[in-house]
C-alpha cells in the first residue's frame, strides 16, 4: 500500500516512559513487515520523551502533542481516528514489539472479516529489561491487539476517569458478548512486568475493575458478588505478599517459568531489537 494508505497504523501512547520509550521505537523498526506508520501521542510527558519522539525522521512517523494529561484510552482513541491504516496494532511505551509481530498478525487479518481481533501471547520482562518467562494471565493482553480500524472506531475505549486504571478491561468486558478474537499462539510483545513501585498503581486498578464488574453485570448479583469477591481477595493476598516479602513482589505474579533454551532465545532476540537503530535528526554545532 502507499505511505498515505499503509497497512498498519500502529498507535503508542506515552507519558513519561524514560529509557523503555527507546526500546519500544526500536522494535517498531525492526519489523520484518514494513508497510506501516507510527502514530506517537504524547499524554503530557515532562522526561524529555516528546524531544525523542519530534526527533525520528521518518515519513511513517507522526507525533501527537497538546501537553495535556488524558489518559491512554483517551490517546488511543486519538490515534485510531487520525490513523490512516486499514489495520490498528496497539503498542505500550515501555513494552517492545517481536520483530514478525506485524506479519504474523497481518496473515491472518487479511483472511478475516472487520469484526476479528487478532491477540497473542508475550514475553514478560523486568524493570531491567531482563527476559522472565512468559506473560501468563487471564484475559487479552492489550498491547497485542490488533484488528481493523473500523472496529475500533466502533468500539472505542472508555475516557470516563473512573475507569482510568481499567481502560483496557473495561473495553474487553463491554465487548464480550459479540467479540470474534482470534489468538496466535507466539509471543508478540515483550510485557513489561510489574514492579514494587507500582503497588498503588495495582490498588487502584483492583478498585477500577470492581466498578467495571459492577456496571457490566446486568443485575445478575450472584455473579456480581463473586466477582467483586475475587478481586478483593487478590488484592488483599498481593499486599499481603508485599508486606512480608518486598522482594517477591518485583517479579509479576502472571509470569509463567519458560524453559531455559527458551529464555536465551528470546533474549537474544530483544538484545538484536535494542541495537536496531531509528533514523533521528543529527543536532547541529
Known amino acids: 500500500m502507499s505511505a498515505s494508505s499503509p497497512t498498519f497504523s500502529i498507535v503508542l501512547p506515552f507519558r513519561n516512559p ?36 519530534r526527533s525520528i525522521q521518518d515519513s511513517r512517523v507522526r507525533v501527537y502533542s497538546d501537553g495535556i494529561r488524558r489518559g491512554s484510552g483517551a490517546r488511543r482513541n486519538q490515534g485510531v481516528r487520525e490513523s490512516r491504516g486499514r489495520y490498528v496494532a496497539l503498542l505500550d ?18 483472511g478475516c472479516s472487520a469484526d476479528t481481533v487478532v491477540a497473542g501471547d508475550a514475553y514478560a520482562i523486568d524493570a531491567e529489561s531482563t527476559v522472565r518467562g512468559m506473560r501468563a494471565g487471564p484475559g487479552i493482553i492489550n498491547p497485542t491487539v490488533a484488528a481493523s480500524r473500523e472496529w475500533f472506531v466502533k468500539n472505542p475505549y472508555s475516557e470516563d ?7 483496557d478491561f473495561e473495553l474487553w468486558t463491554r465487548t464480550a458478548s459479540f467479540l ?17 513501585a507500582d503497588l498503588e498503581s495495582y490498588t487502584m ?81
Not at 520509550?21 to 520523551?49: C, K, M
Not at 511505551?93 to 487479511?110: C, E, F, G, I
Request: glycine share 4%; proline share 5%; hydrophobic share 45%.
Open 205 to 285: 486498578s483492583s478498585f477500577a475493575m470492581m466498578r467495571v464488574y459492577t456496571m457490566y453485570s446486568y443485575g445478575r448479583r450472584r455473579r456480581l458478588l463473586s466477582r467483586v469477591t475475587a478481586q478483593l481477595v487478590k488484592l488483599w493476598l498481593v499486599n499481603l505478599s508485599r508486606a512480608f516479602s518486598p522482594a517477591a513482589w518485583r517479579i509479576d505474579p502472571h509470569t509463567k517459568p519458560v524453559r531455559a533454551g527458551k529464555l536465551r532465545s528470546a533474549a537474544l532476540l530483544l538484545t538484536q531489537i535494542a541495537d536496531t537503530p531509528f533514523p533521528v535528526a543529527v543536532p547541529s554545532d
Open 93 to 110: 511505551a515501555d513494552d517492545a514489539m517481536t520483530p514478525t509481530r506485524l506479519q504474523l498478525q497481518y496473515d491472518v487479518l487479511r
Open 161 to 167: 476517569i473512573a475507569f482510568l486504571r481499567a481502560q
Open 180 to 196: 470474534r478474537i482470534i489468538h496466535i499462539d507466539a509471543p508478540l510483545i515483550y510485557y513489561r512486568c510489574t514492579s514494587e
Open 18 to 53: 524514560g529509557a523503555y520509550f527507546s526500546l519500544a521505537l526500536r522494535s517498531v523498526f525492526a519489523q520484518t513487515f514494513e508497510d506501516w506508520e507510527l502514530l506517537l501521542l504524547d499524554d503530557g510527558s515532562t522526561d524529555g520523551s516528546l524531544e525523542t519522539a
